[in-house]
């Protein structure tokens, strides 16, 4: 596609309930990253996956976090027992390799109520 | 660790002004440096890309400079226009990859 695409835009859960929030990277793009964005903050680094495999998930603050790049194009990120502290815009980016700029997303704005 | 430090947190500035945002980083082996700008309720877009070799990246109005000496960065804009006013975010690449990002510079630019 033309850029980054994040579904859906918006989504409020409940507490305890499980989310999934999707990223469409730029076709070619090797190379996506996971950022969560709270208010009046930058973005804070999550995960990163080369092709397929997470190349460095070590921002992820938990383990009810997980994010997964089944065949290298669209990922996945999912949230297990979702809590109000959870509650950030989400944003995804993709580079075509290392080292260059990326593209980001418009953010998924997750809310737990 | 890496810290990544944006002075000053806001500003606002009369139209037509040149003005200058300021990021500081604690770990000079960086990989490059970004300056984003972000709309209210937006995404990032890209302005400027630095790599650690460069000196400065020009794009129109904006201008950024990089020590990596120092670890130091700054945007300048020339001639600021209303439709400037946003937040600016700078984020350092290091040779592992991830990026760490400011706090931000929230700028408004009065007619």
């Known amino acids: 596609g033309a850029g980054v695409s994040q579904t859906p835009s918006n989504k409020v859960t409940e507490k305890g309930k499980y989310v999934e929030l999707r990223c469409d990277p730029i076709s070619g793009h090797t190379a996506l990253y996971w950022y969560r964005q709270s208010l009046g903050q930058g973005p804070e680094f999550l995960i990163y996956?080369?092709?397929?495999?997470?190349?460095?998930d070590s921002g992820l603050p938990n383990d009810r976090f997980f994010a997964v790049r089944p065949e290298g194009s669209v990922s996945t990120l999912k949230i297990q027992r979702t809590e109000r502290g959870d509650s950030a815009v989400y944003l995804c980016?993709?580079?075509?390799?290392?080292?260059?700029?990326?593209?980001f997303g418009s953010g998924t704005r997750l809310t737990v109520v | 660790k890496q810290e990544v430090t944006q002075i000053p947190a806001a500003l606002s500035v009369p139209e037509g002004e040149n003005l200058v945002l300021n990021c500081s980083f604690t770990?000079?082996?960086?990989?490059?440096l970004q300056w984003f700008r972000q709309d209210p309720g937006k995404g990032l877009t890209s302005l400027l890309l630095i790599q650690s070799s460069q000196r400065e990246q020009t794009s129109g109005r904006l201008n950024a400079s990089l020590d990596k000496s120092s670890g130091r960065s700054t945007l300048y804009i020339a001639a600021s226009q209303p439709g400037d006013s946003a937040t600016y975010l700078c984020?350092?690449?290091?040779?592992?990859?991830?990026?760490?990002f400011g706090a931000g510079t929230r700028l408004t630019v009065k007619p």
């Open positions: 980016a993709s580079s075509p390799v290392i080292g260059t700029g990326y593209t």
């Open positions: 984020a350092v690449r290091r040779n592992n990859n991830d990026m760490r």
């Open positions: 996956f080369q092709g397929t495999g997470a190349a460095d």
């Open positions: 770990d000079s082996a960086i990989y490059n």
